[in-house]
């Protein structure tokens, strides 16, 4: 069976750190795999996927950035974070025939 | 106008009640339909997932989905007190390498 993993479950970091949060995904191969935000209270603000290696799509710009070095590791980085950072931060997998997604279970990052 | 809308509640009702969660959507495209529960600083847990219009049926779960109205819905019969959580739909094209966007949850709570 198919697992997502996601690490670390919580972060706190100052302002103008360097951030990098995992995501790896077992059991399958070639996923889809997406990054989200959730604000407190809110819905989930799609912030990059990616359909292969080394293929990332943007839909927020911003200071973060995205990379898919293997098949099923997805990570999320930014150089400087800032506090409107902070939030709840989600991956999620689907498979290539494009039907329901999988998530994580978050990383809840702190920006002090 | 958001692509998804999604009435963010909150939706309080007695134990035993139908629970009917809607969502209204604008982009023709969609053909992935998803609903999703998620307790507090836990990721989504997928509920219900069904493809073009129709409905489907999982123990006390029934998803719809109108294509024609843009319009899709989640019942609850029976709701109980573990049922109380953020309800979140989501929606993508027909395409494996399509980003899935969300709704931006509606919170419901069971009173006992």
């Known amino acids: 069976s198919q697992t997502i993993h996601q690490w670390p479950a919580t972060l706190v970091q100052p302002v103008g750190s360097p951030l990098s949060l995992e995501c790896t995904v077992e059991?399958?191969?070639?996923?889809?795999l997406y990054w989200y935000r959730q604000a407190a209270g809110r819905g989930l603000q799609l912030l990059f996927y990616?359909?292969?290696?080394?293929?990332i799509s943007s839909e927020v710009p911003q200071n973060l950035s995205a990379s898919r070095p293997q098949d099923r590791q997805f990570i999320l980085s930014s150089k400087k974070l800032l506090l409107s950072d902070s939030g709840f931060y989600l991956c999620?997998?689907?498979?290539?025939?494009?039907?329901?997604?999988?998530f994580g279970q978050g990383t809840r990052l702190t920006v002090v | 106008q958001k692509e998804v809308e999604q009435d963010p509640g909150p939706l309080s009702v007695p134990e035993g009640a139908i629970v009917s969660l809607n969502c209204t959507y604008s982009?023709?495209?969609?053909?992935?339909f998803m609903w999703y529960r998620q307790y507090s600083r836990k990721g989504p847990e997928l509920l219900m997932y069904?493809?073009?219009?129709g409905n489907k049926e999982d123990g006390r779960f029934t998803a719809q989905v109108d294509k024609s109205s843009k319009y899709i819905s989640l019942f609850i019969r029976d709701s109980q007190p573990s049922d109380s959580a953020t309800y979140l739909c989501?929606?993508?094209?027909?395409?494996?390498?399509?980003?899935?966007?969300f709704g931006s949850g509606t919170r419901l709570s069971i009173r006992p």
């Open positions: 999620a997998w689907r498979d290539g025939r494009g039907t329901e997604a999988f």
């Open positions: 059991g399958t191969s070639n996923p889809n």
């Open positions: 990616s359909v292969g290696i080394g293929q």
């Open positions: 982009n023709s495209a969609f053909q992935y």
């Open positions: 069904t493809y073009s219009s």
């Open positions: 989501a929606m993508s094209p027909y395409s494996s390498a399509s980003k899935i966007i």
